[in-house]
């Protein structure tokens, strides 16, 4: 998006526009290098086929942007353990490449990872009450005109399901269950189980 022409999309956070500052994009997936310590390596593994790989590491990597998923899927055990980076992928002081780092939160201080490993930390809340509500009344405007987000809203309430409204897309899920009609609040796994019928509905419709 951020290289493409005729980007006429607002961009409120400025994302797009940072995403402009580079030519590079690598995704390694940490749960396929379990026991690979550097960075570099994980990229050479992955990205095997491009040649120039090397020289875009030497020469322009401050243009890359590395996105590392699954932090607390990865695991490394060496007697030799470099002070500053006890528990990340090791990565090369000398590169100047930005590094984003997805993890479970238990990983983060499972590692003892200090702040000056960290240059940002974000941590995902999930959904407040009022994004909820909005999500609410947006979806079943969408499905069903003639059905009252004040309703859902109150349906949603309920213990057995309002833990699970933090996380967007099982929120949608639940409003999806409850303008159909099929929101079953007896116990957590009819809930699933919903959802899960709901999916396959979609895919084989």
């Given at each position: 998006?951020?290289?493409?022409?005729?980007?006429n999309?607002d961009?409120?956070?400025?994302?797009?526009?940072?995403?402009?500052?580079?030519?590079?994009?690598?995704?390694?997936?940490?749960r396929?290098?379990?026991?690979?310590?550097?960075?570099?390596?994980?990229?050479?593994?992955?990205?095997?086929k491009?040649?120039?790989?090397?020289?875009?590491?030497?020469?322009?990597s401050e243009?890359?942007?590395?996105?590392?998923?699954g932090?607390?899927?990865?695991?490394?055990?060496?007697?030799?353990?470099?002070?500053?980076?006890?528990?990340?992928?090791?990565?090369?002081?000398?590169k100047?490449?930005?590094?984003?780092?997805?993890?479970?939160?238990?990983?983060?201080?499972?590692?003892?990872v200090?702040?000056?490993?960290?240059?940002?930390?974000?941590?995902?809340?999930?959904?407040?009450e009022?994004?909820?509500?909005?999500?609410i009344?947006?979806?079943?405007?969408?499905?069903?005109e003639?059905?009252?987000?004040?309703?859902c809203?109150?349906?949603?309430?309920?213990p057995?399901?309002?833990?699970?409204?933090?996380?967007?897309?099982?929120?949608?899920?639940?409003?999806?269950?409850?303008?159909d009609?099929?929101?079953?609040?007896?116990?957590?796994?009819?809930?699933?189980?919903?959802?899960?019928?709901?999916?396959?509905?979609?895919?084989?419709?």
């Amino acid at each position: 998006m951020a290289h493409s022409d005729g980007h006429n999309k607002d961009d409120e956070f400025e994302g797009v526009n940072e995403m402009k500052k580079f030519d590079f994009m690598f995704y390694i997936s940490l749960r396929h290098n379990i026991k690979i310590r550097s960075i570099q390596d994980m990229l050479e593994m992955r990205y095997d086929k491009i040649k120039k790989l090397g020289k875009l590491l030497e020469n322009d990597s401050e243009k890359m942007i590395i996105l590392l998923d699954g932090l607390d899927e990865w695991s490394f055990d060496s007697e030799i353990r470099n002070e500053f980076q006890a528990g990340l992928p090791g990565r090369d002081f000398t590169k100047k490449y930005t590094i984003v780092t997805t993890s479970r939160p238990w990983k983060i201080h499972s590692l003892r990872v200090s702040n000056r490993e960290i240059h940002q930390l974000l941590k995902l809340e999930g959904f407040d009450e009022r994004h909820e509500k909005e999500m609410i009344k947006k979806t079943i405007t969408a499905l069903d005109e003639s059905l009252d987000p004040s309703e859902c809203e109150q349906e949603l309430k309920e213990p057995s399901v309002v833990s699970l409204k933090q996380v967007p897309i099982m929120l949608q899920q639940l409003i999806c269950l409850w303008c159909d009609g099929k929101l079953n609040k007896t116990s957590r796994c009819a809930i699933y189980t919903g959802m899960l019928e709901l999916l396959f509905h979609l895919e084989y419709q």
